[in-house]
């Protein structure tokens, strides 16, 4: 007998679905799709327990006759295609005629449409594949689904689904996404009742981005508005000093689609070029409008990848307009108009002035890289902050021990040069503090004993839905690393106290970090892991930086740490893996030098 067995027509869809439908994250995204391409101005989207047991999505949109809503829950019904040539020329942001009925299969569905001029609406009730009930009922125009109990006839699915948290960030994900490219469309999300994302319809951009984004993060993005009459470049790129240790905060649409495509990411980094930190991304909103018919959306079932035609052509056009953007900010930079950019909200306003001193210092730190006119400061605090501390720990001898090392200087503000043992030694400054500060840090960290410092006047943050979400679900292990941090109105933060090791500098960028290390550490991570990796990130943030002038007394103190390193570790790389300390014996010199 054959092995081969026809499925049954359920489980063919179930399959189907499968593919369409990863997790509830993804229903939104096509529930959004569908109501924005029915012109809806108001998408209200409301789930619970993550979207693991409602999404509801409610639009005001144009809405389906009876006829219509009976067949959008088939296999392969579209308003948006009617023959192959369309498929090439998509003008709207659904076109397979697969999303409602892959739902439909592995959920219970609830479809409530109301079109302008009719007097009643109608509903479709659809459970794993079956409709319940199909009649008149009255309802405002536009349309509802409800999409309950994702998965329950699909128990392999469901198994898989993450934590609450996990799938909650992938919904505020995708609505953040939709919600920064239509400004003139009013988005509400809800989860179990409570309001995280509220973004009521404007004509302003911008004062849309400060909306979702926060003030801070909006002050440092450039506008970008480009066209060559083949493509059109349209949104905001932040400044080179804003970055994020992750991609998160990247969202490119094509013809309004949020998709991703390696090849316009990478004319967006080559236009950064070497303006980005290592491992540093920048963050952008960007509109792509090009000619339909020089991209294909129709290579992916969840259509969240393209395919463009010529390739190398869109890579170059992308380049030059993140360049154009880029270009203008060294001018409004001279020109003192960095506020240019500022919404008038006097809610910014007022954050500004909270910070400007540690703004102003920063920037002169950055230029004053080759003067040594200037003295660094605040980094002299941080470095006299940092030995008060071993001072504490007993690390440091108070009397001058006899030291087995000559320290011979500082070699671009960067490296210290030291007589050792009949060798020339070169230490990367940064490089060794780091490696100290981590070490006493996870130390302090395992029992307990983070120091944190009272901040006088505490930091206010606004920070996006997600990030949000990620600091409340996380409260507990920013307060163990040393950062209390409450909530504070209905968008707000406050940070009353931050690690004493960060000094007063980037903490606001430290907490950053740890929101994207807690973000992309997706469950498979053990949670210690992630922890050591956020100390590891505090270790590097709050070490002295290379291009710090150093005093012999600093740097001799820096090398005594070194061969202290080396006695108790018996290594010398930081905690990323890069070496400290590179040793030239003079065996080696007199070899070059052809003595030997
Ligand atoms: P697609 O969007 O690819 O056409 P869907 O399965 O998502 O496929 O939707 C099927 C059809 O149902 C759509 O083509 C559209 O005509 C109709 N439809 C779906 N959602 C809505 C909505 N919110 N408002 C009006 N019509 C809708
Ligand atoms: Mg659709």
Known sequence: MGKINILDEILIRKIAAGEVVERPASVVKELLENSIDANATKIFVEVNEGGKSLIKVTDNGDGMDDNDALLAVERHTTSKLKDVKDLFNINSLGFRGEAIASMAVVSKLRLRTKQENTVGGFEVQVHGGKVKKAENVGCPKGTIVDIEEL??????????????????????????????????????????????????????????????????????????????????????????????????????????????????????????????????????????????????????????????????????????????????????????????????????????????????????????????????????????????????????????????????????????????????????????????????LMERYKDNSVQRQELLKPIILDLSPTDKTIITNNNQIFKELGFDIEEFGLDSFVVRSTPLIMGKQQNEEMILDIIDELDTSDTSVSLEIIKENIIIRMACRAALKAGSELTTPQMRDLIRKVIKMKDDQGNYTCPHGRPIVIKIPIKELEKKFKRA
């Open 151 to 440: 998965f329950y006839n699909v128990p392999a699915r469901k198994k898989f689904l993450k934590d609450i948290s996990v799938e909650l960030r992938h919904i505020i994900d995708i609505v953040t996404r939709y919600a920064l490219n239509y400004p003139e469309i009013f988005f509400r999300l809800n989860h179990n009742g409570k309001v995280l994302l509220n973004c009521p319809s404007t004509t302003n951009t911008f004062s849309n981005i400060v909306n979702i984004y926060g003030g801070s993060t909006s002050k440092k993005l450039v506008p970008i508005n480009y066209s060559n009459g083949e493509i059109e470049v349209i949104g905001y790129i932040s400044k080179p000093e804003l970055t994020r240790a992750d991609k998160s905060h990247q969202s490119i649409f094509i013809n309004g689609r949020y998709i991703k495509n390696k090849i316009i990411n990478e004319g967006i980094y080559e236009a950064y070029h070497t303006m980005l930190p290592i491992d540093r991304h920048p963050l952008y909103i960007l509109n792509i409008n090009i000619d339909p018919t020089k991209i294909d959306v129709n290579v992916h079932p969840t259509k969240k990848e393209i395919r463009l035609s010529k390739e190398r052509e869109i890579r170059q056009m992308i380049r030059d307009a993140i360049i154009q953007g880029l270009n203008e900010i060294d001018l409004t930079a001279t020109v003192g108009e960095d506020d240019s950019l500022m919404s008038p909200a006097g809610e910014i306003e007022s954050k500004e002035t909270q910070q400007p001193i540690i703004e102003k210092e920063e920037i002169k730190q950055e230029s004053a890289d080759y003067s040594v006119s200037q003295p660094q400061s605040q980094q002299r605090t941080k470095y006299d902050l940092v030995k008060d501390k071993q001072e504490y720990l007993g690390d440091l001898d108070t009397d001058e021990p006899e030291d087995d090392f000559v320290v011979i200087g500082q070699l671009n503000k960067t490296y210290i040069l030291v007589e050792d043992n009949g060798g020339l030694m070169i230490v990367d400054q940064h490089v060794v503090e780091e490696r100290h500060i981590y070490e006493m």
